[in-house]
């Protein structure tokens, strides 16, 4: 599956920022999942949302300050965070899980993004 991230961006601390990740073919059964990668930090799950919306799951560290949503008819998957903090800024890289039940690991994502960044400033 192809994943195309968009949205990143410099931003100060305390601002939003709304990030989308669209599929180049249908994923409307796939769980997806949004994982970030702070500079010469490992990859790491933020959030992930279920085929259907029903579920989802966050990282504690953005745990009420991000959403993650899904338009299932355009295939596109969305990450809005608000309040963000310098610590956030980080490569953000979208994926589609090989299930339907959002997981923090990333072994359960097969497919991946390119990838966009996001930079907050203090």
């Known amino acids: 599956v192809q994943l195309q991230a968009s949205g990143g961006g410099l931003v100060q601390a305390g601002d939003s920022l709304r990030l989308s990740c669209a599929a180049g073919?249908?994923?409307?059964?796939?769980?997806m999942g949004w994982f970030r990668q702070a500079p010469g930090k490992e990859r790491d799950f933020v959030a992930g949302?279920?085929?259907?919306?029903?579920?989802?799951l966050y990282s504690d560290s953005v745990k009420g300050r991000f959403t993650i949503s899904r338009d299932r008819a355009k295939n596109t998957v969305f990450l809005l965070m608000n309040s963000l903090k310098p610590e956030d800024t980080a490569v953000y890289y979208c994926?589609?899980?090989?299930?339907?039940?959002?997981?923090?690991?990333?072994?359960?994502?097969?497919?991946w993004g390119q990838g966009t960044l996001v930079t907050v400033s203090s």
């Open positions: 994926a589609a899980a090989r299930g339907s039940v959002p997981s923090s690991s990333r072994s359960s994502y097969p497919s």
């Open positions: 073919r249908t994923v409307s059964n796939n769980a």
């Open positions: 949302i279920s085929w259907n919306g029903g579920i989802t």
